[in-house]
């Protein structure tokens, strides 16, 4: 249990949000938990909790060489001890609602406070990877949002689902799809198939536990639509497989890859028959949309540059 704390203080809301996201993905030892609010008047707060905490002189030039000197410029580090307290448990209670397109993700902390229409996602904070909080989740949902609204697909595969967030929010943009949400840890399987019933999508979406598309139900689908928020290495290995699992036009949208990793994952799914049509940037994380060759003439890339404040 976390027994000290980090306490950053920020002026500008953007810049907190930067170290923020450093701090929690980009860091070894990443803190045990982490909350970031606005303290009216003064700015931007992050509390940071540690079983042994980095110095703050330390830490400091940690960011600064993940993030360079001008997000730091204005903060002020300090270090404090807390109560013995589950401080994982009540930062996760803490977390507001992230509204990425359409879709509204939230805790049932929020459940009185968010629209409960379709695009409103319970999705609690626990052991399963996917909140929306965290950029690559949030880039998926924005990517399906944009893909969903421009055509139908039949047939989805949310690889490396989490907590199902991905396959949830397909199931409510794609009523008549038929979805597919696998990962290969057996303890998100079943936060996933609770959440898809949470969600009353359990009907809809068949959650299973495989590595990768190695499973006896996977080798017979073809999918028209693939969304996979792993990490670049294992996206790379998968690019074959995915290749051939998805139909000529299909789309495939990929994500937990570092914005320096993009080019090493792209070059890997155009050498599979891919072509990118979107790349999204957020904070240091990039979402790439791409589609299957079909073998006609098609467009050049589409890149945008996105940032995350959410």
């Given at each position: 249990?976390?027994?000290?704390?980090?306490?950053?203080?920020?002026?500008?809301?953007?810049?907190?949000?930067?170290?923020?996201?450093?701090?929690?993905?980009?860091?070894?030892?990443?803190?045990?938990?982490?909350?970031?609010?606005?303290?009216?008047?003064?700015?931007w707060?992050i509390?940071?909790?540690?079983?042994e905490p980095?110095?703050?002189?330390?830490?400091?030039?940690?960011?600064?060489?993940?993030?360079?000197?001008?997000?730091?410029?204005?903060?002020?580090?300090?270090?404090?001890?807390?109560?013995?307290?589950?401080?994982?448990?009540?930062?996760?209670?803490?977390?507001?609602?992230?509204?990425?397109?359409r879709?509204?993700?939230?805790?049932?902390?929020?459940?009185?406070?968010?629209?409960?229409?379709?695009?409103?996602?319970?999705?609690?904070?626990?052991?399963?990877?996917?909140?929306?909080?965290?950029a690559?989740?949030?880039?998926?949902?924005?990517?399906?949002?944009?893909?969903?609204?421009?055509?139908?697909?039949?047939?989805?595969?949310?690889?490396?689902?989490?907590?199902?967030?991905?396959?949830?929010?397909?199931?409510?943009?794609?009523?008549?799809?038929?979805?597919?949400?696998?990962?290969?840890?057996?303890?998100?399987?079943?936060?996933?198939?609770?959440?898809?019933r949470?969600?009353r999508?359990?009907?809809?979406i068949?959650?299973?536990?495989a590595?990768?598309?190695?499973?006896?139900?996977?080798?017979?689908q073809?999918?028209?639509?693939?969304?996979?928020?792993?990490?670049?290495?294992?996206?790379?290995?998968?690019?074959r497989?995915?290749?051939?699992?998805?139909?000529?036009g299909?789309?495939?949208?990929?994500?937990?890859?570092?914005?320096?990793?993009?080019?090493?994952?792209?070059?890997?799914?155009?050498?599979?028959?891919f072509?990118?049509?979107?790349?999204?940037?957020?904070?240091e994380?990039?979402?790439?949309?791409?589609?299957?060759?079909?073998?006609?003439?098609?467009?050049?890339?589409?890149?945008?540059?996105t940032?995350?404040?959410?």
């Amino acid at each position: 249990m976390s027994s000290s704390k980090i306490v950053i203080a920020h002026a500008d809301r953007d810049a907190a949000y930067r170290i923020a996201g450093a701090m929690q993905d980009l860091m070894d030892p990443a803190p045990d938990a982490l909350t970031l609010f606005e303290e009216p008047g003064s700015g931007w707060r992050i509390d940071a909790y540690y079983g042994e905490p980095p110095a703050p002189p330390a830490l400091h030039a940690a960011l600064v060489a993940i993030l360079g000197s001008q997000p730091l410029a204005d903060a002020r580090i300090e270090s404090d001890g807390v109560p013995d307290l589950n401080w994982v448990a009540l930062s996760q209670a803490a977390l507001p609602p992230v509204k990425a397109g359409r879709f509204t993700v939230h805790g049932s902390h929020d459940r009185s406070r968010v629209p409960q229409g379709p695009g409103a996602l319970l999705i609690e904070a626990g052991e399963a990877f996917g909140t929306a909080h965290h950029a690559t989740t949030f880039g998926c949902l924005q990517a399906l949002d944009r893909l969903t609204q421009r055509r139908r697909f039949k047939r989805v595969l949310d690889l490396g689902c989490g907590s199902g967030v991905l396959a949830i929010a397909a199931s409510r943009a794609l009523p008549a799809a038929r979805i597919t949400a696998t990962d290969i840890d057996v303890p998100s399987v079943a936060v996933a198939r609770d959440n898809a019933r949470l969600n009353r999508a359990g009907r809809r979406i068949d959650v299973i536990a495989a590595e990768g598309l190695d499973h006896a139900r996977l080798r017979t689908q073809r999918f028209d639509l693939a969304l996979a928020n792993i990490l670049a290495d294992p996206l790379i290995a998968l690019s074959r497989s995915l290749a051939r699992a998805v139909v000529p036009g299909g789309a495939v949208v990929l994500s937990g890859i570092l914005v320096r990793q993009a080019p090493a994952v792209m070059a890997a799914y155009r050498t599979a028959g891919f072509r990118i049509v979107h790349h999204a940037r957020i904070n240091e994380w990039s979402t790439l949309e791409l589609q299957r060759d079909d073998g006609r003439p098609h467009q050049a890339l589409a890149r945008s540059a996105t940032s995350h404040s959410s």
